[in-house]
């Protein structure tokens, strides 16, 4: 083997093990970015979004609910192997883009995202639960809460697989 490749190895093999200490996103196979994964059609005013604090108070919402969730043995093995980066900043603009915010939405749509994870009613559930506290945690009023909450309940059905 040359030096050239040898190096580069040794880079890429570096940068693997420090990326996710970095805080950098793991790349995922390539899809089409569509305000239509997002999986549900946007608020039409930004009354919702305000109730919410705007866009830093969705990321309070979702950092709370991911680390809430993270550390609840219910349901943290299926976070283990989760790009957590990734995750806070898509969650975030699919809920600023359901809200009426005006965020693009760039992740990937519900079915393929959560493919093959096996989840469960109780998982989900779960997940809710947590989202309820954030949300609690943040001031966001039950009225606005629920709007988001009729948003999320028919992704039930595709993100929960048995
Ligand atoms: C309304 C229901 C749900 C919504 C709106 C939602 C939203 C999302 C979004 C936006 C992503 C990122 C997509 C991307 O990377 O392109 C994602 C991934 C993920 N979701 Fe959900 N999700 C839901 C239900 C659940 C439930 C019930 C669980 C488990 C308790 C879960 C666990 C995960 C995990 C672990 C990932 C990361 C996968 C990875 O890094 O490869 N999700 N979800």
Redesign the pocket.
Known sequence: MTRTPLAALTLIAVLAVVAPALGAE?P?DP?PISDA???AEPRTDDSVFRAFNGKPGIDRVVATTIAA?VADPR?SD??E????E??QR??S???CYLLGGGCA??????K???KD?G?RNS??????EHLQDAMDKEGVSFRAQNKLLA???P??R???ER
């Open positions: 793991q995922v899809y994964n997002a999986g969730s349901i299926i976070f192997a989760a790009d957590l990734r995750l898509t969650l603009e699919q809920f939405y760039t992740g990937r749509d519900m393929t995202a959560h994870m989840l998982d989900f559930n779960a997940l809710v948003k999320l309940a992704m039930q595709t993100t929960v």
